[in-house]
């Protein structure tokens, strides 16, 4: 990719990474690992470290919450749920979503 390429994918992963995790719990409850791992293959996140500051800042929000469970007397894994809330601000964004998004592409099929 380019310096140019890269740079935009950049901001736009940062504007709608919330969303996604929202998105991905809003369809089932997942631990911290599995739910990077699901956006590091969809090139949403380049490392699971980056995830975890934006969780807390979620949890803290009320967007979700987490459970702790120890599984198979391994490492014991944080478990995160959508909230209400968090569903309302994903049908919100959703519907901002789709408005948005098709008058940028209105305006860029314009300019082609």
């Known amino acids: 990719m380019t310096e140019s390429v890269e740079r935009i994918a950049t901001n736009l992963r940062k ?20 739910l990077a791992s699901d956006l590091q293959r969809r090139r949403l996140i380049a490392s699971e470290g980056s995830l975890y500051p934006l969780l807390a800042r979620m949890r803290e929000g009320g967007l979700v919450d987490s459970r702790t469970e120890a599984v198979g007397g391994g490492r014991p894994r944080k478990y995160y749920t959508i909230t209400q809330a968090g569903r309302e601000q994903l049908a919100t964004f959703a519907e901002v979503w789709r408005a948005v998004g098709s008058e940028v592409d209105t305006i860029i099929e314009g300019a082609s």
Do not use: I, Q
Not at 15 to 34: D, I, K, N, T
């Open 15 to 34: 504007g709608v990474l919330e969303f996604c995790v929202l998105g991905l719990l809003a369809s089932s409850e997942r631990y911290g690992l599995e």
